[in-house]
């Protein structure tokens, strides 16, 4: 998923995803990098937390675990 204009909308949609596929890996395509932000998404159990901008090999590495 990409990052929103908000955090608030971020935490909605994680939880959603979770609670529609519990067991979905959720990559997390940040434009910005700011720590306490990452921290915040990383502490609600995603998968991946990529910041822009985000290299293909990167992307495919991580999309096929």
């Keep these: 998923m990409r990052e929103s204009e908000s955090l608030r909308d971020d935490v909605a949609t994680i939880e959603a995803v979770k ?3 519990p067991s979905m890996p ?3 395509l ?6 306490r932000r990452e921290t915040a ?12 901008p985000v290299d ?3 992307l495919r590495l991580v999309s096929t675990f």
């Design 19 to 21: 609670t529609q596929a």
């Design 26 to 28: 959720i990559i997390f």
């Design 30 to 35: 940040s434009r910005s990098t700011k720590p």
């Design 56 to 58: 293909g090999e990167e």
């Design 41 to 52: 998404i990383r502490r609600l159990g995603i998968h991946y937390f990529l910041a822009h």
